[in-house]
């Protein structure tokens, strides 16, 4: 079975400030990784994901995540954050099993809030 | 086009009623998801279809849950019975098949009182 472990809940910065949203996964096969994110009494969408090649992806609205295979990491980063970043981040995994059942396995989600 | 749209958006039922909650997946998604979202619980995954056959219940928490997808489209996530532990928001998701992106409709918030 998969695990995902948001190591804070909650992650309070001011506007324009880098932020960085921590991400660990536990897995005895290989995974894909995801970050979503769900604005407030929104639904989920859909930040980033990594499936294969380049361990560095980035979003269209400037956050990046990186997989890190022997830290079994999937790091969430943005250099510079704006108010409108304030959302629930979830990072999730899915495995690799070959068939076409694709659950994810989510962690607890980390509440970014940036302030002015 | 229309994204996975869920219904109804709010339901309030009483301590033992059965309810039900429906979902319409993005047309010619052949990949259905049905999460939970509780503030104990996290984001949790229930049931998944591909087209009307349900090879992964694994996540059902009783059997008073179940689920099914006609037509390779709209399903429908029966809740018999219905406990207060039962009170979430329901999320239901799409995707084509293979690994497509999921993506997700706005949820049922059930409450039971």
């Known amino acids: 079975a998969q695990s995902v472990t948001q190591l804070d809940s909650q992650v309070p910065v001011f506007e324009e400030a880098p932020v960085e949203l921590r991400c660990n996964y536990s897995?005895?096969?290989?995974?894909?990784l995801f970050w979503y994110v769900q604005y407030p009494n929104q639904g989920l969408q859909l930040l980033l994901k990594y499936l294969s090649g380049s361990t560095l992806v980035e979003s269209i609205n400037g956050f990046e995540a990186e997989f890190n295979k022997s830290q079994t990491s999937f790091h969430l980063r943005k250099p510079s954050v704006h108010i409108s970043d304030t959302a629930e981040y979830f990072c999730a995994v899915s495995v690799m099993s070959g068939g076409s059942n694709y659950k994810l396995t989510f962690g607890k989600g980390t509440l970014l809030t940036v302030n002015p | 086009g229309a994204g996975v749209s869920q219904s109804p958006s709010n339901k309030v039922t009483e301590k033992g009623k059965d309810v039900e909650l429906r979902c319409d997946p993005i047309s010619g998604h052949t990949a259905l998801y049905w999460y939970r979202q509780s503030l104990g619980q996290g984001l949790e995954f229930l049931i998944y279809f591909q087209g009307n056959s349900a090879p992964d219940k694994s996540g059902l928490p009783s059997d008073r849950f179940s689920a099914e997808r006609t037509g390779g489209s709209v399903s429908t996530l029966t809740i018999q019975r219905t406990q207060q532990e039962d009170s979430a928001v329901y999320l239901c998701?799409?995707?084509?098949?293979?690994?497509?992106?999921?993506?997700f409709g706005p949820g049922t918030r059930l409450t039971v009182t």
């Open positions: 897995s005895s096969v290989s995974v894909y």
């Open positions: 998701a799409s995707s084509r098949i293979g690994l497509g992106e999921q993506y």
